[in-house]
T-cell receptor, first 115, second 115 residues
Framework: ETGVTQTPRHLVMGMTNKKSLKCEQH?????MYWYKQSAKKPLELMFV???????ENNSVPSRFSPECPNSSHLFLHLHTLQPEDSALYLC??????????????FGPGTRLTVL | AQKVTQAQTEISVVEKEDVTLDCVYE???????LFWYKQPPSGELVFLIR??????QNEISGRYSWNFQKSTSSFNFTITASQVVDSAVYFC????????????FGAGTRLTVKP
């Protein structure tokens, strides 16, 4: 089974819609991450959760709202998005509460298009 | 804050050629970790290697090799006898021991290997 899964793989939404992205990891990790990957830009870290507690919010607009109900699941709730939010949203997980040493395991991403 | 630069945006080679992907980093920490990831067309980033700042020994894994040089703050990646399946975007990343969870990625290098 794939270590980190994301659903949906593709999402098209209008600026007034509300949608959620889901991420699930089957690796027994304790840290989970959301990244945004836009064309021709480095990956941008958005949120980090360690043991279900949010430990990082990289100045992300409030129209993005994360939720981590347990260490295996991570959601990104979207509302009132802008066209410039269109991007690939990647979820990742790692061991050990998010230590700098640990490599991250990524899901395949959700390709989001905001009309 | 740490920074990773991958100056090569795109590289195109013919199968069986050797290719080197450059990575230059900046950090003020003495303890840090460097990573390479591969992102195939399917989207998920795949972890390739981690190096810590105290281990400058070069590494070889099959057709892949990595050259870590602290003197030039570089962590270059060479693929020997490239294959079409090596076509992907490759990311170099850096995390600092004193800055948990904040892995900074370079902009990536898109490698195309033509048959």
């Amino acid at each position: 089974e794939t270590g980190v899964t994301q659903t949906p793989r593709h999402l098209v939404m209008g600026m007034t819609n509300k949608k959620s992205l889901k991420c699930e990891q089957h690796l027994g990790h304790n840290a989970m991450y959301w990244y945004k990957q836009s064309a021709k830009k480095p990956l941008e870290l958005m949120f980090v959760y360690n043991f279900k507690e949010q430990t990082e919010n990289n100045s992300v607009p409030s129209r993005f709202s994360p939720e981590c109900p347990n260490s295996s699941h991570l959601f990104l709730h979207l509302h009132t998005l802008q066209p410039e939010d269109s991007a690939l949203y990647l979820c990742a997980s790692s061991r050990g509460g998010g230590s700098s040493y640990n490599e991250q395991f990524f899901g395949p991403g959700t390709r989001l298009t905001v009309l | 804050a740490q920074k990773v630069t991958q100056a090569q945006t795109e590289i195109s080679v013919v199968e069986k050629e050797d290719v080197t992907l450059d990575c230059v980093y900046e950090t003020r920490d003495t303890t840090y970790y460097l990573f390479w990831y591969k992102q195939p067309p399917s989207g998920e980033l795949v972890f390739l290697i981690r190096r810590n700042s105290f281990d400058e020994q070069n590494e070889i894994s099959g057709r892949y090799s990595w050259n870590f040089q602290k003197s030039t703050s570089s962590f270059n990646f060479t693929i020997t006898a490239s294959q079409v399946v090596d076509s992907a975007v490759y990311f170099c990343a850096l995390s600092e021991a004193n800055n948990n969870n904040d892995m900074r990625f370079g902009a990536g290098t898109r490698l195309t290997v033509k048959p």
